[in-house]
T-cell receptor, first 110, second 114 residues
Framework: QKEVEQDPGPLSVPEGAIVSLNCTYSNSAFQYFMWYRQYSRKGPELLMY??SSGNKEDGRFTAQVDKSSKYISLFIRDSQPSDSATYLC??????????WGAGTKLIIKP | DGGITQSPKYLFRKEGQNVTLSCEQN?????MYWYRQDPGQGLRLIYY???????QKGDIAEGYSVSREKKESFPLTVTSAQKNPTAFYLC?????????????FGEGSRLTVL
């Protein structure tokens, strides 16, 4: 079983919709989570990080951690075509190695 | 501007040839990483280095080699022993040894074996 599970998609939604991207994790020992965005043929860039339960907001983006169910989510409000990308979740483990999800490809249709 | 520079962006290799991918950073970061990315598989760690002249194997090190002679440079050699080298290769760095934090990535190098 992979430590971080993520549906690879693709997920296709109309412009303006609220997008929900999700990951589950299996190891609770060290809980520092990150969401990266990767455009096609580019390197990933950090969107948000969080290490506590609850919500963290940054503009149209909200990261949510539910430690009881081992679920992390990224919400995108008022989605734009420029949000079309692959979104990767990751978790630092207790050995300071990053465990990556497979990435979800998101398509925002104009 | 500080960042990570990978070169070349695109590379074609004949079977049986070794190729070296360059990674240079001017962020003064201690730790550097090489990842391989295949469609639908996320990022898989090849090698990482937390200090000059030291590096460790990641999950898929077979057929690859690295060196870390300078803090700012971490080249990756894809050897002829790597059975399926066609992939997108990403170099990354982070500030501290033994710390969780933001990983900064280069733009990637796409290797195709002909």
């Amino acid at each position: 079983q992979k430590e971080v599970e993520q549906d690879p998609g693709p997920l296709s939604v109309p412009e303006g919709a609220i997008v929900s991207l999700n990951c589950t994790y299996s190891n609770s020992a060290f809980q520092y989570f990150m969401w990266y965005r990767q455009y096609s043929r580019k390197g990933p860039e950090l969107l948000m990080y969080t290490y506590s339960s609850g919500n963290k907001e940054d503009g149209r983006f909200t990261a949510q951690v539910d430690k009881s169910s081992k679920y992390i989510s990224l919400f995108i409000r008022d989605s734009q075509p420029s949000d079309s990308a692959t979104y990767l979740c990751a978790r630092w483990d207790s050995n300071y190695q990053l465990i990556w999800g497979a990435g979800t490809k998101l398509i925002i249709k104009p | 501007d500080g960042g990570i520079t990978q070169s070349p962006k695109y590379l074609f290799r004949k079977e049986g040839q070794n190729v070296t991918l360059s990674c240079e950073q001017n962020l003064n970061h201690d730790a550097m990483y090489w990842y391989r990315q295949d469609p639908g598989q996320g990022l898989r760690l090849i090698y990482y280095s937390q200090i000059v002249n030291d590096f460790q194997k990641g999950d898929i090190a077979e057929g690859y080699s690295v060196s870390r002679e300078k803090k700012e440079s971490f080249p990756l050699t894809v050897t002829s022993a790597q059975k399926n080298p066609t992939a997108f290769y990403l170099c990354a760095s982070t500030k501290g040894r033994g710390q969780a934090g933001e990983l900064f990535f280069g733009e990637g190098s796409r290797l195709t074996v002909l």
